[in-house]
């Protein structure tokens, strides 16, 4: 008996295993491709498994897109949150980390907020709440970083936009211009919004 109960323990962890993995594989393939790109049939074999065993895992594709894109959309928050704690300057390393040459070269790693704006509208309602709240995320460590609600709502539209862009150009010097120019705007909203009289002073 304790060998069965010990062989089902570890079919569970062996299942949970095959279930990370697939929902690893699509997230990064989803931010490379689009959430309608990869069927589930190369997912699965990129994962390793049988199209037919997709079924003891997900109740359909789309709960799979589901996890997926809530995986990738917080995938990056550790990162980045010790990539701040770090830095001199936080802002600063936030603006290099986003609108950066290895971020538009690497969309399966990067953030999902720019590799999925254009999917997420036509996605079910699960989808559309995680990236909202990944987008209320962002504004929040910018809000903290700029010290003002309409200049993190501004700069995340500038980086997100920058690098949306940039990936459609290509890499090369009008890409690199985009990038630079965006970094420069939020750094530039940075040092105006901290010139600024406080209201005690007006």
Not at 142 to 163: K, N, P
Not at 171 to 183: F, K, N
């Amino acid at each position: 008996m304790s060998r069965i109960i010990h062989g089902m323990g570890h079919s569970r962890e062996d299942k949970a295993r095959s279930h990370q993995r697939i929902v690893e594989i699509a997230a990064r393939r989803f931010r490379e491709s689009g959430t309608t790109g990869p069927g589930v049939a190369e997912l699965m074999q990129e994962a390793g498994l049988t199209h037919g065993g997709f079924y003891k895992h997900f109740g359909s594709r789309d709960d799979l897109v589901a996890e997926a894109v809530q995986r990738a959309l917080v995938e990056n928050d550790g990162v980045l949150t010790e990539l701040l704690a770090e830095a001199d300057d936080p802002l600063v390393a936030f603006v290099d980390w986003y609108a950066s040459a290895e971020h538009r070269d690497g969309p399966g790693s990067g953030c999902a907020v720019v590799a999925l704006g254009a999917d997420v509208p036509r996605s079910d309602p699960r989808v559309r709440a995680a990236y909202s709240a990944q987008v209320q995320r962002y504004l929040a460590r910018l809000e903290s970083l700029l010290g003002d609600r309409r200049r993190a709502v501004a700069a995340l539209g500038t980086l997100v936009g920058s690098v949306l862009v940039a990936r459609a150009v290509g890499p090369g010097a009008l890409s690199e211009e985009i990038l630079a120019a965006a970094r420069d705007a939020v750094t530039t909203s940075a040092r105006a919004g901290a010139a600024e009289p406080s209201g005690a002073d007006a």
